[in-house]
């Protein structure tokens, strides 16, 4: 199944999941500490309002304004678009915007992509034709089916590992992104 049908047939649950997933991936490009979204993730768990979490993780990075590259922009602005209601009408169009945003960030950052945004490729990855994908876009690709996928397979018990996938792919992002850094402060870099 493509990823656009997973996100047309998610849940509530399912696409606050998979939204609130791909922001956590993208954390590094905030300068946010692992355990940030932590409070969300315990409010998906147990069915609890998250407004009160998400605001506290604004507040916590700052404002919007805030100088970063495209990639950063693009993790803010999953950040800032979140819905303080988790309806599925509310999170339906987040959850989506956050697939499009984190493929974007992670074609932006790919070592083997020409840095700049694929609308085509991206969208017949979601569409279910990933073979165009340069390696780190396709990675995300998948982990993005896997925590949708958990989700509706498991329901709340797909929660744990929905948050294993987005911290291997955080961890993924934080060494690509450390790798870049490294690079461009190399003399003559």
Not at 133 to 154: D, F, K, N, S, T
């Amino acid at each position: 199944m493509s990823l656009v049908d997973l996100i047309a047939q998610a849940d509530e649950r399912g696409l606050a999941a998979s939204g609130l997933a791909c922001l956590d991936r993208c954390l590094p490009l905030l300068g946010g500490d692992d355990d940030l979204l932590r409070p969300l993730w315990a409010s998906l768990a147990d069915g609890s309002d998250w407004a009160g979490n998400l605001t506290r993780a604004r507040d916590t990075l700052g404002s919007a304004g805030a100088a970063g590259d495209e990639a950063a922009r693009l993790a803010r602005r999953m950040l800032e678009s979140a819905p303080a209601e988790r309806t599925a009408d509310a999170v339906r169009p987040w959850a989506d915007a956050c697939s499009v945003d984190s493929l974007s960030i992670h074609r932006l950052l790919d070592p083997a992509a020409d840095g700049g945004p694929a609308p085509d490729g991206t969208d017949a990855g979601r569409a279910g034709d990933p073979s165009d994908l340069p390696p780190l876009v396709a990675a995300e690709l998948r982990r993005q089916a896997a925590v949708l996928e958990l989700l509706a397979g498991h329901g709340a018990q797909g929660l744990r590992g929905a948050l294993e996938v987005s911290v291997e792919g955080r961890r993924v992002l934080r060494a690509v992104v450390s790798r870049r850094a490294r690079s461009a402060a190399e003399p003559g870099a």
